[in-house]
């Protein structure tokens, strides 16, 4: 059953068409790729996913409704959390205290339920930022000051913060940017490990391709604002169309 269902979703700039007619439609539980060159209109699509911006025409529906005219804090409640490009954490705050802030906010200087249905006071807050943490393989950090952290450790404690609000669908930008190779093999087994305990359905758009093919269950190939192939891994590499849009021979190998 589909999460999520893009329909003839355009979007223009001035005289830019970022968004050409994208359809897409994503399956609960899976792990759905979208790939392309810089300028192919990906980050934007991802916006409109989690109301940044508003498409001028279509539809983008989360299971059932209508994602169009709502706020981001409205979409985020919905159960849809992001993943951004560069990591927005409370650099001052510890890690611990980074993962707790999801679940309480901070209204007339002390902690209140904000939307998290199953904590009502600060222990239990804790608590379940802790069994986050361990669950990210952070807890032994949890009094670190975020700001000391490498960046990989930073990618995972935002990664901390979107699980902490028990989301039904996830999205990472970019998820292993500026990332080493060892902390990007971390990252695929950590998602990977994330799909099978919790069966969150996952959106990533990213241009390692060994990330990519390690994950996708379905591959989605934007170029130029329009979405070129969307398939099955196996079928993206062998596509003509992706390897002169994109891909090319070594991306693939």
């Given at each position: 059953m589909a999460i999520l269902q893009v329909r003839?979703?355009?979007?223009?700039?001035?005289g830019l068409q970022a968004l050409n007619d994208v359809n897409?439609?994503?399956e609960e539980g899976s792990i759905h790729a979208i790939i392309g060159p810089n300028g192919a209109g990906k980050s934007t699509l991802l916006n409109c996913f989690v109301g940044r911006l508003t498409p001028d025409t279509g539809t983008v529906m989360f299971n059932g409704k209508s994602l169009l005219g709502i706020s981001p804090h409205e979409i985020n409640q919905a159960g849809v959390s992001r993943v951004f490009q560069t990591p927005e954490i409370f650099t001052d705050l510890t890690i611990l205290e980074n993962v707790m802030i999801?679940?309480?906010?901070?209204r007339d200087g002390s902690f209140k339920v904000n939307w998290w249905p199953r904590v009502d006071n600060e222990t239990q807050t804790r608590d379940h930022a802790m069994g986050v943490l361990e669950e990210i393989g952070l807890a032994d950090k949890k009094d670190?000051?975020?700001?000391?952290?490498?960046r990989g450790d930073k990618r995972r404690l935002e990664m901390a913060m979107c699980l902490a609000q028990d989301p039904k669908l996830l999205l990472l930008d970019e998820p292993t940017a500026g990332m080493s190779r060892a902390d990007t093999n971390a990252t695929i087994d950590l998602l990977k490990r994330i799909g099978e305990?919790?069966?969150?359905t996952k959106i990533i758009i990213e241009h390692d391709m060994h990330v990519v093919f390690s994950l996708a269950d379905k591959i989605a190939v934007l170029a130029q604002g329009a979405v070129i192939a969307e398939d099955l891994p196996e079928n993206i590499k062998t596509d003509p169309r992706v390897k002169e849009a994109y891909l090319g021979e070594e991306a693939v190998a």
């Open positions: 003839n979703v355009n979007k223009r700039f001035g897409l439609s994503v999801p679940t309480f906010a901070h670190i000051v975020a700001s000391a952290l490498s305990t919790r069966g969150i």
